[in-house]
């Protein structure tokens, strides 16, 4: 399930053309990365706002520089002649937006929080 819709991809987002056909798919990868499962619940209009954004970025990315998990050495070399990719930053299956995003929807923290003193 994707955590944004195609209206607001195109109302919100202002995405890359195409990019809307790649939500459920961005959803997904998201959810991959995460060490924990999202209850959309239990979140603020905020946080929601910022995972639908990064639910978008994802999704365009895949449209401006290609399925992270499906790319190979981004250099080639033959001989004296060699070339190298210039894409997006990407972590992992993420790309470099998406991941701000979701910091931004409080998903950027991976250590214990401290209750109490």
Known sequence: MAYA??????????GAIGGEA????ASLDIDLM??????IDNLSETALDCLAMANCAQAEGYVLHGDPSQSTSGSVSLGSFSTSEGGAKQTGLLFDKTSRYLSLAG????GVPRVGR
């Open 107 to 110: 998903f950027g923290y991976r």
């Open 22 to 25: 790649f939500l459920d798919k």
């Open 5 to 14: 819709t195609e209206e607001f991809y195109k109302e919100k987002y202002f």
């Open 34 to 39: 995460l060490p924990y499962a999202i209850n």
